[in-house]
C-alpha cells in the first residue's frame, strides 16, 4: 500500500468526499455535466451522488436482480443506461433516478452497453449477440451469434458498431446489417479498445499478450512481456498514447509517427498488485492507474510515453472503477468494499515525485 494518508499535501489529490453504495462498485461514471456521480454496484442497486458534496441524491436498490453488469453515459448527460444479469437495460432520467424505458435484450448477462457518439444508438451484448436501440428503446438490429460471448464493445463511428469476441474483432454498421470489417486471430480476446478516431483497435489477450490493428492495413501487431491478462486498456485524447495493465506496472506505448513498432514503451511503476483500471483525463496527458492494492496514482505523461507520479492515495479495497469529471478537475473511484471516493484535481507539487515516488522505489527495493 502507498505511505501517502488521504489528503496527502504532496500530490494532486485532494479528498473531497466519500460515499458507500451496497456491495461491490462495479460501474460508475459522471452525468450532468459532472454534477452528479452515479453508481452500479454487484447487488443490482443504482445510486446517483452529488458532485460536489457527495450526498445522496436519490438511491433504487435492487433494480437489477443478480447486480448491475456495464452502465453507459448518454452523451448529452441528462441520461444513462445500466445493464444486468437478469438480461435486462434500464435507461435512466440522471436527476430524478426513475426508469424511462426498460429493454429485455435476452435470457443471458447483459455484459457490456454503449451509447453512440450522436446518442442515437445504444448498444447491448447479451452472450453471443450484440443489438443495437434506437432513442424509443425499440431494436433495430440484432447481430448472429459470433463464434463465443462477446466480451467488449465500442462505437466507431455514429454508423460503425465494433465487437470482440473469441478469434476476432468485426465492426457493423446496424442501420444497414452489414459486416463492415473484420480481423481474425486465434485466440481470446478479453478487452477492446479502439483510438478516438476509430482507425486503431487493439485487444488484450488471454494468453498475456497485446494485439493492435490498423484498420488500413489490417496487419496484426503483438506487444507481449505481460505477466498477466490486459484486461485495463485505455488511449489518450489524441490517439497517440495507449496505456495497458496486465501486471504491477503500467506499460504505455508511443503511436506517433511508425511508433510502436520497434519502439521502447514508457513503464510506469508504483503500485505493488496487478492493474485494475486505466483511463486518461480530457485533453491533457494525464494518466490515472487504480489496482488490486487499493491504490490509486495520476501520472504526468511525456510525448515519449513515460512519465512519473503526481498524486497517490489509497482506498478501501481493491479498485473496481476510475472516473474523470468531464472537465478533468475531479477523479471518483470504486472499490471492491463498494467505497466511493472523490478527489478534486489540485496543482502539481514537484516535491511528490522525489521523495513519495522515491520512497516507494525504495520499499520496493528498487
Not at 24 to 49: H, K
Not at 93 to 101: D, F, K, L, P, W
Not at 109 to 130: I, K, T, Y
Not at 294 to 316: C, F, H, K, M, Y
Request: proline letters at 4%; charged letters at 20%; a negative charge.
Amino acid at each position: 500500500m502507498s505511505d501517502l494518508n488521504a489528503g496527502s499535501p504532496t500530490g494532486v489529490l485532494d479528498r473531497s468526499w466519500s460515499a458507500a453504495v451496497g456491495d461491490y462498485g462495479i460501474a460508475g461514471g459522471w452525468t450532468l455535466c459532472g454534477e452528479a456521480l452515479v453508481v452500479g454496484d454487484a447487488e443490482g442497486g443504482v445510486y446517483a451522488f452529488d458532485g460536489e458534496s457527495g450526498a445522496t441524491a436519490w438511491a433504487q436498490r435492487e433494480v437489477h436482480e443478480g447486480g448491475v453488469l456495464a452502465m453507459a453515459i448518454h452523451p448529452s448527460g441528462t441520461s444513462f443506461a445500466t445493464a444486468g444479469q437478469d438480461g435486462r437495460v434500464l435507461i435512466w432520467n440522471a436527476a430524478e433516478g426513475q426508469v424511462t424505458r426498460a429493454i429485455d435484450v435476452g435470457s443471458g448477462w447483459v455484459e457490456n452497453v454503449a451509447w453512440s457518439p450522436d446518442g442515437q444508438w445504444l448498444a447491448a451484448s447479451c452472450s453471443r449477440q450484440v443489438c443495437a436501440y434506437g432513442e424509443d428503446g425499440a431494436e433495430v438490429w440484432r447481430s448472429d451469434d459470433h463464434p463465443s460471448t462477446v466480451s467488449a464493445i465500442a462505437w466507431s463511428s455514429p454508423e460503425e458498431l465494433a465487437t470482440a469476441c473469441y478469434g476476432r474483432v468485426s465492426f457493423f454498421n446496424p442501420s444497414t446489417d452489414s459486416l463492415r470489417q473484420k480481423m481474425e486471430w486465434q485466440g481470446s480476446l478479453v478487452s477492446m479498445v479502439l483510438s478516438p478516431n476509430g482507425d486503431i483497435v487493439v485487444c488484450g489477450s488471454q494468453d498475456n499478450t497485446v494485439h493492435f490493428w490498423r484498420r488500413s492495413t489490417e496487419r496484426d501487431s503483438m506487444m507481449s512481456g505481460y505477466p498477466g491478462k490486459p484486461a485495463a486498456l485505455a488511449f489518450d485524447s489524441g490517439g497517440t498514447l495507449l496505456a495497458t495493465g496486465g501486471g504491477e506496472a503500467v506499460t504505455v506505448w508511443n503511436f506517433r509517427r511508425k511508433g510502436p513498432e520497434g519502439t521502447t514503451p514508457g513503464v510506469l511503476k508504483f503500485h505493488h498488485e496487478p492493474i485494475t483500471t486505466l483511463t486518461f483525463a480530457p485533453s491533457v496527458r494525464r494518466l490515472a492507474s487504480g489496482a488490486r492494492d487499493g491504490t490509486v496514482v495520476v501520472w504526468s505523461l511525456q510525448r515519449n510515453g513515460n512519465g512519473s507520479p503526481i498524486g497517490a492515495e489509497d482506498v478501501e479495497d481493491s479498485v473496481a472503477g476510475l472516473y474523470w469529471r468531464p472537465d478533468g478537475e475531479g477523479l471518483a473511484a470504486l472499490d471492491a468494499q463498494g467505497g466511493v471516493t472523490v478527489w478534486r484535481i489540485g496543482p502539481v507539487k514537484g516535491r511528490f515525485n522525489r521523495a513519495r515516488a522515491a520512497q516507494r522505489s525504495s520499499s520496493d527495493g528498487g
